[in-house]
């Protein structure tokens, strides 16, 4: 007779031989994770990011903890892709001047930004937004008042890269890195699919982006190492 049994490592065997999934009907109650240990955080210094694979033609609705520290830089890209001549972006960033947040979408010759000191540094922010024409933007529970702004040097060229996080790619190259922390980071499609819902994690001492849909470990396309939370036990 076969058994289902787990070990005092976590595994789990089903007859003696180790499994990685194990179901309950449809639900999903048990995974063998590629990693060590949950972390709370990722903490860029402004020189990893981590690419996604996500197209940067799509509209997107993000979901996401984060923190953002002091940059002698205008900008600080979170999540985002773009290119020049004429400017299209695609994501959001905090424009660290006037302390807000810049969101944009592809094809189009305006963006939107909350009021000014919205996003101030070293504090924990929750944030939902829509990288879509209905922007939307709502910070640690509270709907934030969006402007649009036109521009004339924006155009509706697409955009060849993937959208990357803790910076943006744009004509190749990454030009706005985020300097803060990322906690967790979940991103929807717009009827709320669930693309990418990406915890920290370590393999050793070396920092991932492990995704909860496709099993999947994000690493550093970057230079140097994230610098790592704490454990999660």
């Not at 300097?179 to 991932?208: K, Q, S």
Request: aromatic share 14%.
């Amino acid at each position: 007779m076969s058994y289902i049994g787990t070990s005092k490592i976590g595994k789990m065997f089903l007859g003696g031989t180790e499994i990685s999934k194990a179901y309950l009907g449809d639900e999903l109650v048990y995974q063998n994770k590629p990693y060590d240990s949950e972390v709370e955080y990722l903490e860029s210094t402004g020189t990893q990011w981590i690419d996604t694979n996500l197209s940067a033609m799509n509209s997107y609705i993000v979901r996401c903890r984060l923190m953002n520290f002091d940059s002698i830089e205008s900008y600080s890209c979170i999540f985002g892709a773009g290119v020049l001549n004429p400017t299209s972006y695609n994501g959001f960033w905090i424009y660290n001047t006037y302390k807000r947040l810049h969101l944009f979408f592809p094809s189009r010759n305006y963006y939107y930004n909350t009021d000014d000191n919205t996003i101030v540094s070293n504090r924990i922010y929750d944030i939902e937004l829509k990288l879509q024409y209905t922007h939307n933007c709502i910070i640690n529970g509270i709907s934030r008042n969006l402007k649009r702004r036109d521009s004339a040097s924006f155009g509706t060229n697409n955009i060849p890269y993937t959208m990357h996080l803790f910076n943006m790619i744009r004509a190749g190259e990454n030009i706005i890195p985020f300097i803060g922390r990322i906690y967790n980071f979940a991103v929807y499609g717009l009827a709320n699919e669930t693309l990418l819902d990406l915890i920290p994690v370590r393999v050793g001492t070396t920092g991932y982006m492990y995704d909860k849909v496709s099993g999947t470990l994000f690493g550093n396309s970057g230079t140097g190492d994230f610098v790592l939370g704490n454990d999660i036990t």
